[in-house]
C-alpha cells in the first residue's frame, strides 16, 4: 500500500470535506466530565473550528453550539468556566442554562419576534466511563465508534483516575499528519531516541482494530510509560503510565494547523506525589514535541510538490495503513 497523495494533506477543499463528513459526524472526546461537577461549570472548545459547549444545568448537562442565535457570535470563551445565564458579548441577548431565550434587551417593537424560536442550538453528548464526547450530527452510536476501544481498556481503571492537568500544543502541519506520526513506531529511533533506548524496540507491535489502533512495546526500567498507547478513531488518544494516562485530541485548526488538547489523570492526587505527577507530565509533553519538527517539513515537502506517495511498512505502519483506508472510505475512495 502506498502513502496517500499529498494534495490530502494540503488542500482547503479537502481539509474542508473532512470537517462536513469527519468531523461534524464523529463523536468527539472533549475532556474528563469531571470538569463538570457543579451547576453552571462549563466546558467551551472548538471541533476543527465548530463551536460548541457543554454546561452543568439543574438537569444535568447540557451541550450547545456556542455560536449566538442572533448574528452568530461566540457566546462562550474557549476554556473552562463557570456561569448561571449564557449572554452573548455582542448585543447582549441571554439564554438560560437550558438553552432557552430569555431576554433580548433594546429590541423594538416586533410583532412577529417569539422568544421560542430562538433557543441555542443542541448537540449531542454522552459521558464514557469518564470522559465527555460530543456530537454534532453523529452517524454512529458512541457505542459503536468505541467497541475496539471499550475492549483494550475493559480491565482498566481509567474512571477512578483523577483529572490534574490540561496542555494546548499548536504547531504548522495538517492533523493526517500528526496522526500518520502518531499510529505509527517506525519513527522512534530517529525522532525519539531516549524513548527508544527504554523500550524493547524489536518487540513493538502495532495492530490495527475496528475504530482503534493499538501500539505496544516491553518497557525497561526507568521507563514512565507502561507501554501500550491506543490511538481511536478519528482524533484521540489514549497512553497509559504508572498510576494515570493522558488523553489527546487532534484538533484541527485549519488545512495546515492542528492543536493537541492532552489532559493528564492520576491515581494519586497527593501533595507528596506532586514532583512525580509534574515529572510525568513534562516527559510526557517532551516526547510529544519531538514529533513536531519532522511534521512541519512533512508538511513543507508535501506542500512544495516535490513528493510522490511512498510504499508503507507492512510491519511498522499497519496503522497508518488502517486510518488512510478510513479516510479513502469517508472520501469515497476519491484521494489516492
Known amino acids: 500500500m ?6 490530502h494533506y494540503t488542500s482547503p477543499a479537502i481539509h474542508k470535506e473532512d470537517v462536513t463528513r469527519i468531523f461534524a459526524q464523529s463523536w468527539q472526546m472533549i475532556g474528563p466530565a469531571s470538569r463538570l461537577a ?45 456561569c448561571n445565564t449564557i449572554r452573548c458579548p455582542y448585543h447582549q441577548w441571554v439564554w438560560g442554562e437550558d438553552g432557552s431565550l430569555l431576554n433580548v434587551p433594546w429590541w423594538g417593537d416586533d410583532p412577529g419576534f417569539e422568544m421560542s424560536d430562538w433557543a441555542l442550538e443542541t448537540v449531542e453528548f454522552k459521558v464514557w466511563r469518564g470522559l465527555l464526547f460530543v456530537a454534532i450530527a453523529p452517524e454512529v452510536a458512541l457505542a459503536e465508534q468505541l467497541a475496539a476501544a471499550e475492549g483494550e481498556l475493559q480491565n482498566e481503571p481509567i ?5 490534574m492537568h490540561e496542555e ?50 516491553p518497557p525497561k526500567e526507568g521507563l514512565f510509560y507502561r507501554g501500550k498507547w491506543l490511538w481511536m478513531w478519528p482524533n484521540w488518544t489514549l497512553s497509559l503510565f504508572d498510576g494515570g494516562m493522558n488523553t489527546s485530541r487532534i484538533n484541527p485548526v485549519d488545512h495546515a494547523r492542528t492543536e493537541l488538547v492532552y489532559n493528564f489523570y492520576f491515581a494519586d492526587t497527593s501533595e ?19 514529533d513536531f519538527a519532522i511534521c512541519l517539513e512533512t508538511q513543507k515537502n508535501y506542500a512544495s510538490g516535490g513528493y510522490q506517495p511512498g510504499p508503507l511498512s507492512p510491519r511498522h505502519e499497519q496503522g497508518v ?5 478510513r479516510l479513502r472510505a469517508v472520501s469515497g475512495g476519491s484521494n489516492g
Open 2 to 7: 502506498r502513502n496517500l497523495s499529498a494534495e
Open 38 to 82: 457543579t451547576r453552571g461549570d462549563y466546558i467551551a472548545t472548538e471541533i476543527a473550528g465548530q463551536k460548541v459547549f457543554v454546561i452543568h444545568a439543574k438537569d444535568g448537562l447540557r451541550a450547545f453550539r456556542n455560536v449566538c442565535r442572533h448574528r452568530g457570535a461566540r457566546l462562550l470563551a474557549e476554556g473552562t468556566g463557570r
Open 159 to 163: 474512571e477512578t483516575f483523577h483529572w
Open 168 to 217: 494546548r500544543l499548536i504547531f504548522d502541519a495538517n492533523w493526517k499528519i500528526y496522526t500518520d506520526n502518531f499510529v505509527e513506531g517506525y519513527h522512534i529511533p530517529g525522532i525519539h531516541p531516549q524513548f527508544h533506548a527504554a523500550i524493547e524496540f524489536e518487540a513493538f507491535e502495532t495492530v490495527a482494530l475496528d475504530g482503534c489502533v493499538r501500539m505496544s512495546a
Open 272 to 290: 507528596a506525589g506532586k514532583a512525580a505527577r509534574e515529572k510525568t507530565i513534562a516527559d510526557n509533553l517532551a516526547v510529544v514535541r519531538e
Open 321 to 325: 495503513a488502517y486510518f488512510q483506508e
